[in-house]
């Protein structure tokens, strides 16, 4: 494939002869990018060979030679697919939403080709203010109006024109009170979901933990762009900043996304996700339920669910991305919410030490006002 082998995950090949040989690539320039190891040997043995990405857009072939004397006895010919013509808006994002107050929002990019960006329709309040190689900065005007929209375009350039990639931005009026998508969260490794790269609540560093977020058990786990909620044999927890936006005691709808743990052998977690509220308000929804945390008993809704990542036997197919379905998306509303209510979002049906898994991940957390 295009992605390459990495020397980690070398393949093996046994070597079945009757003399001695020697390992030689045909043609040496190809050792930009086929490599082996175990140089000769004799009689039977295993060599290894690994490959890298590929990010040329034509198919390479490349043959390892087995020889004795000189004379070339068998070879192990590789061939490999060519990288397709790409761009992409990291983390997914099939739309950004944008607090009324206005901002700068960076959108990161990611493309093998050269590309241009605009904005479409032509809008006053939105502009494009920087590109760089591997980002777009969009700056939005604060919005004194209703709800707006605008539509930023990537093409390729040249012959690569007809490449291309769109994230609709979304700017709310007055009725948006919270909004945060977490990327802002830049711990751990950009590795899968399932090798657990992410780094527990309280070694995030000052300016993460400085926007707010926190946890009675402390098995939250910061990702890149996500939050984790607990570990093997304990549910854990995560509690939002306070709605300080309100005024005065209002109804408001909760939308956040959430997806279940898969392992790296493709076993799911439970993934129950139960959210709750700390200070003033009620929770409700579909099924209401609740849960004990430190000897208080909270109110909550309780939402299964039905979206996982790829483990390694990448389920979903290549360029799968959960939070880009549908079914990651979750919402209940609250009544009587003041500027100290915050949202407690749990894994599992019970808080804390709880025997089995329930791992979930937590992203993308909108609350706007009841009209």
């Not at 009324?100 to 493309?111: D, N, R, T």
């Not at 502009?127 to 980002?135: A, G, L, M, Y």
């Not at 945060?180 to 830049?186: G, K, P, V």
């Amino acid at each position: 494939g295009k992605g390459g082998i990495t020397q980690a995950k070398r393949k093996a090949v046994t070597v079945r002869s009757n003399s001695q040989w020697k390992l030689s690539l045909e043609n040496p320039d190809d050792a930009s990018w086929l490599h082996y190891f175990i140089d000769e040997g004799e009689d039977d043995g295993i060599i290894y060979y690994w490959v890298d990405k590929n990010t040329t857009f034509d198919q390479r072939e490349g043959k390892i030679n087995l020889s004795d004397n000189g004379k070339v006895l068998n070879s192990l010919d590789i061939v490999q697919e060519a990288d397709v013509p790409s761009i992409a808006i990291k983390d997914g994002a099939s739309s950004y939403t944008i607090a009324p107050e206005g901002s700068v929002l960076k959108l990161a990019i990611e493309a093998n080709i050269t590309w241009k960006a605009s904005l479409t329709p032509d809008v006053e309040w939105a502009h494009i203010t920087n590109v760089t190689e591997d980002s777009v900065f969009v700056t939005i005007d604060k919005n004194e109006d209703d709800e707006r929209t605008v539509t930023l375009a990537l093409v390729g350039e040249g012959e690569h024109s007809g490449v291309n990639a769109t994230t609709l931005i979304t700017q709310k009026d007055e009725s948006l009170i919270y909004n945060d998508d977490l990327n802002w969260l830049q711990e751990g490794e950009e590795k899968p979901t399932y090798e657990t790269p992410e780094i527990r609540i309280d070694l995030w560093n000052d300016a993460e933990k400085a926007v707010g977020w926190t946890s009675y058990s402390n098995w939250a786990y910061g990702g890149r762009g996500y939050i984790k909620l607990g570990k093997t044999n304990y549910n854990g927890d995560v509690v939002s900043p306070a709605l300080t936006k309100l005024k005065k005691a209002t109804n408001v709808k909760v939308t956040f996304q959430s997806m279940g743990y898969i392992s790296k052998t493709g076993v799911k977690d439970a993934s129950v996700v139960k959210v709750g509220v700390i200070g003033p308000g009620e929770v409700n929804g579909d099924e209401v339920s609740s849960i004990s945390i430190n000897g208080t008993t909270y109110r909550c809704v309780r939402f299964v669910n039905t979206v996982f990542p790829n483990s390694e036997n990448n389920e979903n197919g290549e360029g799968y991305d959960p939070w880009a379905q549908p079914g990651s998306y979750h919402s209940l509303t609250i009544t009587g919410a003041t500027a100290d209510t915050k949202l407690i979002f749990i894994g599992g049906d019970e808080w804390n030490y709880k025997k089995g898994k329930n791992r979930v991940f937590l992203k993308s957390v909108e609350v706007v006002r009841l009209k």
